[in-house]
């Protein structure tokens, strides 16, 4: 049996499994890094950082980027546009690009 399902709709489902497995980031600032935002997660691993100045968000492959690109299957393109609606929603980040990996630590 196949289960067609619409664009929307895996958008939606998406965002749903991003805010369960990673919408409980906490994010810090350090003073010697004053344009960014680190977001950990509670092994105290950096998952996400943001640069405040450029906009750039680099998200983890190892952590989010490869499990939405496994469970998914869908276009870099669509796995970006998944990620900046998970953003806004989970983290109020509006006008973000969301960039693979380049983490500072």
């Known amino acids: 049996m ?15 499994w991003l805010k369960q497995h990673y919408g409980n980031l906490t994010p ?8 960014k935002v680190f977001y950990l997660n509670s092994d105290h691993e950096l998952v996400m950082e943001h640069n405040e100045k450029n906009g750039f968000i680099f998200i983890s492959y190892k952590h989010i ?9 869908l276009s870099q393109d669509d796995e970006r546009l998944i990620l900046k609606g998970w953003l806004k929603e989970t ?15």
Do not use: C
Request: aromatic share 14%; charged share 20%.
């Open 65 to 73: 980027w490869s499990k939405v690109e496994s469970i998914f299957h």
């Open 91 to 105: 983290y109020n980040l509006d006008n973000v690009t969301p960039v693979m990996g380049g983490l500072t630590y």
């Open 2 to 16: 196949d289960i067609q399902v619409n664009k929307d709709q895996l958008y939606r489902v998406a965002i749903k």
């Open 28 to 35: 810090n600032k350090y003073n010697n890094f004053s344009n």
